[in-house]
C-alpha cells in the first residue's frame, strides 16, 4: 500500500504525463495499483500517456512489486516452516530445501538474482530484435528492458500502443516474452529445487513433490490452452481467422500463454468469441506457480483439487500421485482457497454490473482479470466510471495479497483435536 501511495505521488507529478500537465488522481493511482500488484489492466494508454519519467516509475513499480511478492510469500514459507511441528517442518524441509529460518538471507539473494539474471537475458534478446527490424538503440534498450521485467513478473505492461498486435507474426519477440511469462510463472521454489538438483550428483537427482506437479500441470494448462483457444478462435476474422495458417498457430499458443497472469495480447479480446472469454476466464482463475508474481489460485490447487476429484469417484480412501499420498489438510486448503476465489469473483461481478453500464461475459471476465492479476480485458476498463474503477482497485489489491495470506492462514490454524463427534453422512449428490 505504501508502494501504490509513492507511486501514485510520483505519477501525478506534471513531468509523468506527456501532456505536461498533473495526471489526474484516478488515473494515477489505478495504473500503480496495476503496477505494483502486476495486473497491467490500464485505464489510458501507457505508451503515449505517459512520459519516460512515467515509464521509468511504472518499471521500477512493476519491479518492486513482483519482488516483493516473490520474497514475502518465500519468507511466509519459511515463518510457516518454522511454526510447523517438529515431524512436520523435517519431511517439508527434506521436500523443499528451504523452510530453514536460517535459510532467509540466501531465499531472498536468490529471489532477486533469479530475477535479475533471467530479465537481462530477456532485454538483450528483445533489445537486438527490436534493433534489427529498425527501432533506434535507444528505443529498442528502453523497450527490451521495460517488456522483460513486464513478461518475467507477469504485468501485463507494455510500450506498444497495440499491446503485442504488431509482432504477430515476429516468432522472436513472442517466444522470447512467452518463456519470460513462463519462467516467471513457475515460482521459486521450482527455480530453487531445479538449480539445486543441477549440482548434485545423478544418483541424488529428483525433483521435489511440488516441482513435480507445478511442471505437470503447467504443461497440461499451456497444451489445454492452445488447443481450445487455437480451434475456439481458428475461423473468428476479429482474432486468429484473418491470419495465415502458421501465425494463427502461434498466436494461439502465445494466447495460451498470457492468461497465466501476464495480461500481454496479440489479438482483441473484445473480438474474442463467448466461449473462448469463458474458457479463458478458467485459465486466469488457475494463474501460475506458488511463491511467483502470477495470480489466482496456482496450479498445484488445481492439481490437488483434481486429484481428489479422481481419488473419489474411484472410491480410493487415500488420494495419492507418484508415490506420493497428499495429506487430507493440503485437499482442505485447496478447496477453501478455490471457493473463497470463486466466491470474491462472484461477489466483484455483481458489483460492477450494478456499478457500470457492462455485460456479463465482459464484467466476468474484467473482474477475473482484476482479481487473478492477469490484465487481460476486453477493452472496458478505460470506459468505466469511477465507482468500477475502484472496485477494480481493490480487486487488484485483495487478489494480489489473498493467496499468500490466506494460504499461510489455513496452515497455521491447523490444530489437533482431544476429541470427535460420532460421524453422520448427509445426503450428497
Not at 46 to 75: H, R
Not at 315 to 325: E, L, T, Y
Not at 360 to 370: I, P, W
Request: no cysteine; aromatic share 8%; net charge neutral.
Amino acid at each position: 500500500m505504501g508502494v501504490i501511495a509513492v507511486g501514485t505521488i510520483l505519477l501525478m507529478l506534471p513531468v509523468s504525463s506527456a501532456n505536461r500537465g498533473a495526471a489526474p488522481f484516478g488515473d494515477a493511482v489505478f495504473t500503480a495499483a496495476s503496477a505494483v500488484t502486476v495486473t497491467g489492466l490500464t485505464v489510458v494508454e501507457t505508451a503515449t500517456y505517459w512520459t519516460g519519467f512515467g515509464e521509468a516509475v511504472i518499471l521500477v513499480l512493476m519491479q518492486l512489486g513482483g519482488l516483493g511478492i516473490m520474497t514475502f510469500t518465500a519468507l511466509l514459507v519459511v515463518i510457516i516452516g518454522g511454526r510447523l511441528g517438529m515431524r512436520r517442518r523435517q519431511a517439508a524441509q527434506a521436500e523443499q530445501g528451504i523452510l530453514d529460518p536460517g535459510e532467509i538471507k540466501r531465499v531472498v539473494i536468490g529471489v532477486a538474482v533469479l530475477s535479475a539474471t533471467i530479465e537481462a537475458i530477456l532485454a538483450i534478446i528483445l533489445f537486438l530484435r527490436f534493433l534489427s527490424i529498425g527501432i533506434s538503440p535507444g528505443d529498442a534498450a528502453w523497450d527490451g528492458i521495460f517488456q522483460a521485467v513486464s513478461a518475467f513478473n507477469g504485468a501485463g505492461f507494455t510500450l506498444f500502443t497495440d499491446s503485442l498486435a504488431g509482432f504477430q507474426g515476429d516468432v522472436i519477440v513472442l517466444g522470447t516474452v512467452a518463456i519470460g511469462i513462463i519462467a516467471g510463472g513457475l515460482g521459486v521454489p521450482v527455480w530453487a529445487d531445479l538449480t539445486r538438483r543441477r549440482r548434485m550428483k545423478l544418483a541424488r537427482r529428483r525433483w521435489s513433490f511440488h516441482t513435480r506437479l507445478t511442471l505437470l500441470g503447467t504443461a497440461i494448462l499451456l497444451v489445454l490452452g492452445f488447443a481450445v483457444i487455437t480451434i475456439f478462435e481458428w475461423t473468428n476474422p476479429a482474432t486468429l481467422g484473418a491470419m495465415p495458417y502458421g501465425e494463427r498457430v502461434m498466436n494461439g499458443a502465445f494466447q495460451a500463454v498470457t492468461p497465466r497472469s501476464a495480461g500481454l495480447s496479440t489479438v482483441d479480446y473484445g473480438g474474442m468469441r463467448e466461449e473462448t472469454l469463458f474458457f479463458t476466464d478458467f485459465l486466469m482463475l488457475i494463474g501460475g506457480g506458488s511463491v511467483s508474481p502470477a495470480g489466482g489460485i496456482k496450479v498445484t490447487t488445481m492439481l490437488v483439487l483434481a486429484l481428489a476429484t479422481v481419488a473419489s469417484l474411484r472410491g480410493a480412501a487415500d488420494v495419492q500421485f507418484i508415490g506420493r499420498r497428499l495429506p487430507s489438510a493440503a485437499i482442505r486448503q485447496a478447496l477453501a482457497v478455490t471457493v473463497i476465489f470463486a466466491s470474491s469473483i462472484l461477489v466483484g461481478t455483481i458489483a460492477l454490473l450494478i456499478a457500470a453500464d457492462v455485460q456479463l461475459s465482459a464484467a466476468l471476465f474484467e473482474v477475473t482479470s482484476a482479481f487473478t492479476t492477469t490484465g487481460l480485458s476486453t477493452g472496458i476498463t478505460s470506459s468505466l466510471p469511477g465507482v468500477a474503477e475502484g472496485i477494480l482497485i481493490v480487486l487488484m489489491v485483495v487478489g494480489r495479497l489473498a493467496p499468500q495470506l490466506l494460504g499461510a492462514a489455513l496452515v497455521l490454524r491447523e490444530t489437533g483435536s482431544t476429541y470427535r463427534y460420532p460421524e453422520e453422512r448427509p445426503i450428497v449428490g
